[in-house]
């Protein structure tokens, strides 16, 4: 992937995140392109050697890899635009908009140019995104490079495009569901002591400590639980007064809810 020449169409937050990714993994600054209609919030990616630009088309022409971070009532008006300029043999499209289907974009470009969809999170910014990928591609090499594209920023895996919208629920709007649980620890912990700044980073870290042991052991949550509640304890007496308030009911309508509100 190093010597591939990569654009970022409409480079907001998640674009820079991904340059700064791809900085981080090697990538040389002049093979990377970020485009913007105004520049004035990239302006500083020109003292690496990026080269930014209003101009989609000179991005796309000189690059290989595009990746188009537009929103979605957007992508299909500028992929219209520019899908004179896209040559299957040279370029690859991903796109990070949520609920545009490959073969949208596939009828709106009326090429065999390869297509990807990628969701990563907002976890990018620390280079911890877990970021979900599918395309209409079989070519094991054009899935490598992309996936490498968004390990820069954190974890990936390839999924099936009809998992796509559950991937925007469970990992990009999870980022947020995930918060709200934080929150409202934080606040449990300042009413049984602790200061807002003690109790956010036992929290935090308790929480971080919590993903790791599922990451590195591979064992259902459960597992875990068990080890932590001993009979007529504190644990299951605090989980037990959860439940009955309805706490993974409600985490899990509300996963639900996000999911048909895309549809």
């Known amino acids: 992937m190093e010597n591939k020449k990569i654009a970022i169409v409409g480079c907001g937050n998640l674009g820079l995140s991904i340059l700064n990714g791809l900085l981080k993994e090697g990538i040389t600054p002049n093979n990377l392109v970020a485009t913007k209609r105004n520049l004035d919030s990239i302006r500083s990616l020109e003292k690496t050697g990026i080269t930014i630009t209003t101009d989609n088309v000179e991005a796309v022409e000189n690059s290989e890899i595009i990746i188009v971070a537009l929103k979605p009532y957007k992508i299909i008006e500028v992929l219209g635009e520019l899908k004179a300029y896209f040559n299957p043999e040279k370029h690859i499209i991903v796109s990070l908009a949520t609920g545009i289907s490959i073969e949208q974009i596939k009828t709106t470009l009326q090429s065999d140019v390869p297509i990807f969809r990628a969701m990563p999170n907002t976890a990018a910014d620390v280079g911890t995104s877990m970021t979900c990928i599918c395309s209409n591609s079989n070519d094991q090499k054009n899935n490598l ?79 875990e639980i068990d080890k932590v509640t001993t009979p007529k304890g504190c644990t299951i007496e605090g989980l037990n007064e959860m439940e009955h308030n309805g706490f993974s009911s409600a985490l899990i309508k509300g996963i639900v809810a996000s999911y048909n509100k895309i549809d």
Request: aromatic share 6%; hydrophobic share 45%; with cysteine.
């Open 145 to 223: 490079l992309v996936k490498q594209c968004f390990d820069s920023i954190g974890n990936s895996i390839i999924i099936d495009e009809d998992l796509m919208d559950s991937a925007t629920v469970l990992g990009a709007c999870g980022i947020a569901f995930v918060l709200r649980f934080i929150r409202g620890m934080i606040q449990g912990g300042i009413q049984i002591g602790f200061d807002a700044k003690t109790a956010t980073e036992i929290v935090t870290n308790t929480v971080k400590g919590a993903a790791e042991l599922l990451i590195e052991g591979k064992e259902h949550p459960e597992f």
